[in-house]
């Protein structure tokens, strides 16, 4: 699980930004495919878009500072 430091705002234009807090891989998102791939048919994940990435930033960094962030890759699959 990234540290908030190690995410970086991104450099081209995005769709959104999508926070996944428990999913297959924890981060945030810039189109809605990678995040989809992450969370869709997976059990217990929570996720959403923000408007902003500060206010992404914001509550991914309380989130990981509260222990809320969990991976729960599926096994043999793409992100395990």
Same mark, same amino acid.
């Given at each position: 699980i990234?540290h908030?430091?190690?995410?970086?705002?991104?450099t081209?234009?995005?769709?959104?930004?999508?926070l996944v807090i428990?999913?297959?891989?924890?981060s945030?998102y810039?189109t809605?495919?990678d #995040? @989809?791939?992450r969370?869709?048919?997976i059990s217990?994940?929570?996720?959403y878009?923000c408007?902003? &990435?500060q206010?992404a930033l914001?509550?991914? #960094? @309380?989130a990981y500072?509260?222990?809320?962030?969990?991976?729960i890759?599926?096994?043999g699959g793409? &992100?395990?």
């Amino acid at each position: 699980i990234p540290h908030p430091l190690d995410l970086a705002h991104p450099t081209s234009p995005v769709e959104g930004y999508y926070l996944v807090i428990v999913g297959q891989e924890i981060s945030i998102y810039y189109t809605w495919k990678d #995040t @989809a791939m992450r969370v869709l048919n997976i059990s217990g994940t929570i996720y959403y878009k923000c408007k902003t &990435f500060q206010r992404a930033l914001a509550d991914y #960094t @309380a989130a990981y500072n509260k222990g809320e962030l969990r991976a729960i890759p599926t096994p043999g699959g793409l &992100f395990w």
